[in-house]
Nanobody, 123 residues
């Protein structure tokens, strides 16, 4: 499986963006997926995760109520809808595929990573 993230860009504070992560390979629907982000000078941090069938999701406290993760297994794609963006959301956002089918909050639970897409929120 390979992952290709897209949808990043420059947005004003309070605005919205939707990130997409397209997966190649026929086993996408068997695995949980997640989004992480890394700001300059900071460690990569968990943002959101969804289990294999979109029945469960998990979010970092910093994005709860503002971001929504979803997936379309027919399209082999996972999404991250980001609303009410803040300057502190500025980072490179990475999608990743888990080893398992559930929810993982830690990067060690992820087997495959996409290349990242830059999100910049200006005040």
């Amino acid at each position: 499986v390979q992952l290709q993230a897209s949808g990043g860009g420059l947005v004003l504070a309070g605005g919205s963006l939707r990130l997409s992560c397209a997966a190649s390979g026929r086993t996408f629907g068997n695995y949980g997926m997640g989004w992480f982000r890394q700001a300059p000078g900071k460690e990569r941090e968990f943002v959101a995760a969804v289990n294999y069938n979109a029945g469960r999701t998990g979010y970092a406290d910093s994005v709860k109520g503002r971001f929504t993760i979803s997936r379309d297994n027919a399209k082999n794609t996972v999404y991250l809808q980001m609303n009410s963006l803040r300057p502190e959301d500025t980072a490179v956002y990475y999608c990743a595929l888990q080893y398992g089918s559930g929810i993982e909050f830690y990067s060690r639970g992820y087997a495959i990573w996409g290349q990242g897409t830059q999100v910049t929120v200006s005040s």
